[in-house]
């Protein structure tokens, strides 16, 4: 019998098929906007993930102030110099590379071409800490790093703009009013966890930095690489008590410096991520509620122009339950049907648009599983009321109707 009923619900649909796609509309978009949000949602969550992973494994940034900046409105806290870097690497166990950070934004020119870009002076722990590797050239010699000469390693956006198809490496170009040597070139790593050029920079000696740009010893900040055979929240624990021990801090609730585990900013970011892609899905999913009220509106029309139809079924013995199951099955491949078409125009929007915005590509069965069954669950919610008012017509009236 249910065969027979969804044959006969079939050729219903296909007889007023403008009708019925336009029945439907609301549950395609609803499904397509809910599984679009969530898709590209998810692959927004991974991209931050990987680009919190590419700061490196295992790593602590150290920085003056309590926050993500310098602290409120209070003295500004004191930076960290080159001592409190050998403090950390000689003092605490666990710790496999330190590097000093010393930036300044420069102009780099090369003949004809010029370029905005940041100055990190550090030093070869700096490359080890975030395991970026060398597309050519070499790290600096002690000599370099200790004497503080002008030499640098340029990242990959630095190379295009002033290189172009030029080998850079040994080639000399001016930072400002610094002449300066290239001997490497970095691998290219693209976006950062929070969106900034990681190949738009120039590494360069801290003691360079330190004397040619800044004109002081202090350090910006400070990133730590955690030994993995260490407990990374240990050793940022002896760290902080290191630094509480230098900066004459007794109690923590007081410290003027901010220890930072790379781990925890990703998944707090990704957490947020998530809570932003569930909030935007649910409110794409209102669009299925509309959906379900445009199916119930046309059924009750459907049930109206056919019920001298219906009262004919019931006189020739249909029972009540056969007529609503009828229309019951009518609704539900309706809103099946939408969901179907919702789902093909979901999978083509998410892979035209993930590139569009930079994030992977993710597809996930299960909220797509979940978006058609809902979107089934609408059929037989809103489709309910017009069957039972259909099943409940009396054969005398229906068959009385005009």
């Given at each position: 019998?249910?065969?027979?009923?969804l044959?006969?619900?079939?050729?219903?649909?296909?007889?007023?098929?403008?009708r019925?796609?336009?029945?439907?509309?609301?549950?395609?978009?609803?499904?397509?906007?809910?599984?679009?949000?969530?898709?590209?949602?998810?692959?927004?969550?991974?991209?931050?993930?990987d680009?919190?992973?590419?700061l490196?494994?295992?790593?602590?940034s150290?920085?003056?102030?309590?926050?993500?900046?310098?602290?409120g409105?209070?003295?500004?806290?004191?930076?960290?110099?080159?001592?409190?870097?050998?403090?950390?690497?000689e003092?605490?166990?666990?710790?496999?590379?330190?590097?000093p950070?010393?930036?300044?934004?420069?102009?780099?020119?090369?003949n004809?071409?010029?370029?905005?870009?940041?100055?990190n002076?550090?030093?070869?722990?700096?490359?080890?800490a975030?395991?970026?590797?060398l597309?050519?050239g070499?790290?600096?010699?002690?000599?370099?790093?200790?004497?503080?000469?002008?030499?640098?390693i340029?990242?990959?956006?630095?190379?295009q703009?002033?290189?172009?198809?030029?080998?850079?490496?040994g080639?000399?170009?001016?930072?400002?009013?610094?002449?300066?040597e290239?001997?490497?070139?970095?691998?290219?790593?693209?976006?950062?966890?929070f969106?900034?050029?990681?190949?738009?920079t120039?590494?360069?000696p801290?003691?360079?930095?330190?004397?040619?740009?800044?004109?002081?010893?202090?350090?910006?900040?400070i990133?730590v690489?955690?030994?993995p055979?260490?407990e990374?929240?240990?050793?940022?624990?002896?760290?902080?008590?290191?630094?509480?021990?230098?900066?004459?801090?007794?109690?923590?609730?007081?410290?003027d410096?901010?220890?930072?585990?790379?781990?925890?900013?990703?998944?707090?970011l990704?957490?947020?991520?998530?809570?932003?892609?569930?909030?935007m899905?649910?409110?794409?999913a209102?669009s299925?509620?509309v959906g379900?009220?445009?199916?119930?509106?046309?059924?009750?029309?459907?049930?109206?122009?056919?019920?001298?139809?219906?009262?004919?079924?019931?006189?020739i013995?249909?029972?009540a339950?056969?007529?609503?199951?009828?229309?019951?099955?009518?609704?539900?491949?309706?809103?099946?049907?939408?969901?179907?078409?919702?789902?093909?125009?979901?999978?083509?929007a998410?892979m035209?648009?993930?590139?569009?915005?930079?994030?992977?590509?993710i597809?996930?069965p299960?909220?797509?599983?979940?978006?058609?069954?809902?979107?089934a669950?609408?059929?037989?919610?809103f489709?309910?009321?017009?069957?039972?008012?259909?099943?409940?017509?009396?054969?005398?009236?229906?068959?009385?109707?005009?």
């Open positions: 019998m249910f065969a027979t009923t044959v006969l619900a079939i050729r219903e649909i296909r007889r007023h098929l403008l019925s796609f336009l029945t439907i509309l609301g549950i395609v978009i609803g499904v397509a906007a809910v599984v679009t949000m969530v898709t590209l949602g998810n692959g927004a969550t991974q991209a931050v993930s680009q919190i992973s590419s490196g494994s295992n790593i602590l150290i920085r003056p102030g309590q926050g993500f900046g310098r602290g409105g209070g003295p500004r806290p004191p930076d960290f110099d080159l001592e409190d870097v050998e403090a950390i690497m003092q605490v166990a666990g710790v496999a590379a330190v590097a950070q010393a930036q300044h934004s420069a102009t780099a020119i090369r004809a071409a010029n370029w905005s870009t940041t100055i002076g550090t030093t070869n722990d700096f490359l080890v975030q395991q970026w590797q597309a050519s070499r790290t600096f010699t002690p000599a370099e790093e200790e004497s503080g000469r002008s030499v640098c340029i990242g990959d956006t630095v190379r703009n002033l290189f172009q198809r030029d080998d850079p490496i080639e000399r170009f001016r930072i400002g009013d610094v002449s300066c290239v001997i490497g070139t970095l691998a290219a790593r693209g976006q950062g966890g969106g900034n050029d990681q190949d738009d120039v590494i360069m801290v003691k360079a930095v330190q004397r040619r740009f800044t004109g002081n010893r202090d350090l910006r900040s990133m690489s955690v030994d055979r260490y990374t929240a240990t050793v940022q624990r002896s760290i902080e008590s290191l630094l509480r021990e230098r900066r004459n801090v007794s109690n923590p609730r007081e410290d410096f901010r220890v930072t585990d790379t781990a925890q900013i990703a998944e707090t990704s957490g947020t991520t998530r809570i932003l892609t569930t909030v899905g649910a409110v794409a209102v299925l509620l379900g009220i445009g199916i119930m509106n046309i059924m009750l029309v459907s049930v109206t122009e056919r019920t001298r139809e219906i009262g004919i079924r019931l006189a013995g249909a029972v339950r056969e007529v609503l199951l009828q229309f019951l099955v009518e609704a539900v491949a309706l809103a099946c049907l939408g969901g179907l078409i919702g789902l093909a125009l979901a999978l083509v998410t035209v648009a993930a590139p569009l915005i930079q994030v992977p590509f597809f996930d299960q909220i797509n599983l979940v978006a058609f069954f809902f979107s669950l609408i059929g037989i919610v489709g309910y009321f017009p069957a039972r008012r259909a099943a409940s017509l009396n054969p005398i009236d229906a068959l009385r109707h005009e």
